[in-house]
DNA sequence: CATATGTCCTGAGAGC
DNA sequence: TGCTCTCAGGACATAT
């Protein structure tokens, strides 16, 4: 469940790896299924090995490490994986091991294997993480912006949160804490928010993923995210209705928090407090 | 075109 | 106890 804030620690977890150059591609023996590694693990070893890392960037939920040729690597995570500076949380789930040329190791850890690692030319970038893929950040669009792409939709504004070609980095989490915040019913549809409601979605999802950010990630129950040194997040202690289904909304002290189901996903909300 | 649904995957937890 | 079943949700492919 990476989102923005998980991805964004596990970049500045990395950080210092930039000036370092790539030594060697390792893929260690899985007992699963390897993952997906594009174009194919030969030329991810081709392209990369003697490069320097020139920056380590972040496109919504994924890892980019900028190398001087121009190309980049890109870590997806999706459900389960994680980059990590030095130590997997097991073995097991071991993908992809990138050793640097003072030792320490770039790894790429996924306990489903639905994540990916791809090497893009400089030219390519565009057509996989370009405008018409991806949105802008969730944390550099102006609230109008974030109004402009979303409010002629009439999907329920939690679900269009989720896209990521309107917005790049909001999950599902995120999604019901800012609304939450912004006391935001997440069933409304988008075409029907004022320019006032807006500004609120705005202002909080601000406000929850920078808070998750400064908290490094939410560690759910499964315990599998972790930070580059595979230390726990903290943002799970201040969620506000993310699997709280049942307990009492700490904000109005009356109502309950409910789960309901929006394309596939779980959804948590107070209806007592957002309308 | 916009929106909705199905799929991949593993491990945790429920229920019997 | 140990089996089977369901569920979690990122992004993308396919369907409506």
């Known amino acids: 469940m990476p989102e923005l804030p998980e991805v964004e620690t596990m ?5 210092s790896v930039v000036g370092r150059r790539i030594a060697e591609v390792r893929l260690p023996r ?5 993952i997906l590694i594009a174009p194919s693990p030969a030329t991810l070893r081709r392209r990369a090995v ?6 380590v960037d972040r496109a919504g939920k994924r ?52 994540g990916l690692v791809r090497l893009v030319r400089q030219d390519e970038f565009e057509k996989h993480y ?13 609230w109008q912006e974030l109004a402009a ?28 804490e800012l609304l939450h915040l912004a006391r935001i019913d997440p ?11 807006w500004r ?29 040194l595979n230390e726990e997040g903290s943002y799970q202690n201040h969620h506000r209705v993310y699997d709280r289904a049942g307990q009492r909304c700490e904000r109005c002290r009356r109502g309950e928090i409910e789960r309901i189901v929006q394309a596939q996903r779980s959804t948590y909300f107070c209806a007592r407090c957002q309308k």
């Not at 970049?11 to 950080?15: A, D, F, K, Q, V």
């Not at 899985?30 to 390897?34: A, D, G, S, T, W």
């Open 130 to 142: 370009g405008a018409a893929k991806l949105g802008p950040d969730a944390l550099a669009l102006s």
């Open 149 to 176: 792409r979303l409010a002629k939709s009439r999907r329920p504004i939690k679900v269009a949160l989720l896209d990521q070609a309107a917005l790049a980095g909001v999950g599902n989490l995120y999604a019901s």
């Open 200 to 228: 609120r979605v705005h202002a909080a999802m601000l406000e929850v993923l920078h808070a998750a950010i400064r908290h490094e990630g939410s560690t759910l129950g499964d315990g599998t995210y972790r930070n580059a």
């Open 50 to 55: 003697g490069q320097k890392i020139v920056a």
């Open 11 to 15: 970049r500045r977890g990395i950080l």
């Open 63 to 114: 890892v980019v490490l900028r190398l001087a040729s121009g190309d980049a690597i890109v870590f997806e995570p999706r459900m389960a994986g994680l980059v990590l500076l030095g130590t997997p949380p097991t073995r097991e789930h071991l993908r992809l091991r990138i050793v640097l040329d003072d030792g320490r190791e770039v790894l790429f850890w996924d306990r489903r294997g639905l």
């Open 187 to 197: 069933r409304r549809p988008c075409n029907e928010l004022s320019k006032a409601e």
């Open 30 to 34: 899985c007992r699963k299924r390897p």
